[in-house]
Nanobody, 116 residues
Framework: QVQLVESGGGLVQAGGSLRLSCAAS????????MGWYRQAPGKQRELVAL???????NYADFVKDRFTISRGNAKNTAYLQMNSLKPEDTAVYYC??????????WGQGTQVTVSS
């Protein structure tokens, strides 16, 4: 069974940076694409960034030029470098993976809190 585990969340002041990590564990051949989503209190979960393969990326407008998604060399990890953080970036951030079978996996989430 494949599991996703996120890490790297925390409390940071506005303008600061955080780097989130997502690692897939278990038995699998490959992961098609990986992405980061976030959910703030009282709001729906929304897409932050996607990466297909190791280079094709897509970002939500509200994080363009501030966040960067990447994958590790082993392709079972994904990272989200978050710079110039704003209080409105406060949310639980979730990692998502799409497997070749079409199965969608979610991590447990990691809290990011940005203070003003």
């Amino acid at each position: 069974q494949v599991q996703l585990v996120e890490s790297g969340g925390g409390l940071v002041q506005a303008g600061g940076s955080l780097r989130l990590s997502c690692a897939a564990s278990g038995t699998f051949f490959s992961i098609n694409n990986m992405g980061w989503y976030r959910q703030a209190p009282g709001k729906q979960r929304e897409l932050v960034a996607l990466i297909v393969g190791s280079e094709r990326t897509n970002y939500a407008d509200f994080v363009k030029d501030r966040f960067t998604i990447s994958r590790g060399n082993a392709k079972n990890t994904a990272y989200l470098q978050m710079n110039s953080l704003k209080p409105e970036d406060t949310a639980v951030y979730y990692c998502r993976a799409v497997m070749p079978t079409g199965a969608i996996l979610w991590g447990q989430g990691t809290q990011v809190t940005v203070s003003s």
